[in-house]
């Protein structure tokens, strides 16, 4: 199992970031997939996921209405569309995949938002 997140970088407050997580090793619809994010000087802190199989959203409540994940099952990509953009949601984001008691995690992209 892999997964390969990238796609952050420096915007500006107000602008727009789409993260990808590219996975491999795994059935993609088999696995729940999940953004996380950690801050510096902070604890991790879960951000969105994806359920395995119908593939449903689930937001963190300071993500919800302004990020967006998605699945491609024929790319194995989870995305994460995050618009209006926060200094505060500046942290290295990280993407999971978890089913029953496995957990699996891809290194962290950075982002950084900042005037």
């Known amino acids: 199992v892999q997964l390969q997140a990238s796609g952050g970088g420096l915007v500006q407050p107000g602008g727009s970031l789409r993260l990808s997580c590219a996975a491999s090793?795994?059935?993609?619809?088999?696995?729940?997939i999940g953004w996380f994010r950690q801050a510096p000087g902070k604890e991790r802190e879960w951000v969105s996921c994806i359920s395995s199989g119908a593939g449903r959203p689930y937001y963190a409540n300071a993500a919800e209405g302004r990020f967006t994940i998605s699945r491609d099952s024929a790319k194995m990509t989870v995305y994460l569309q995050m618009n209006e953009l926060k200094p505060e949601d500046t942290a290295v984001y990280y993407c999971?995949?978890?089913?029953?008691?496995?957990?699996?995690w891809g290194q962290g992209t950075q982002v950084t938002v900042s005037s």
């Open positions: 090793g795994f059935v993609l619809e088999d696995y729940a």
């Open positions: 999971s995949a978890a089913m029953l008691l496995r957990v699996y």
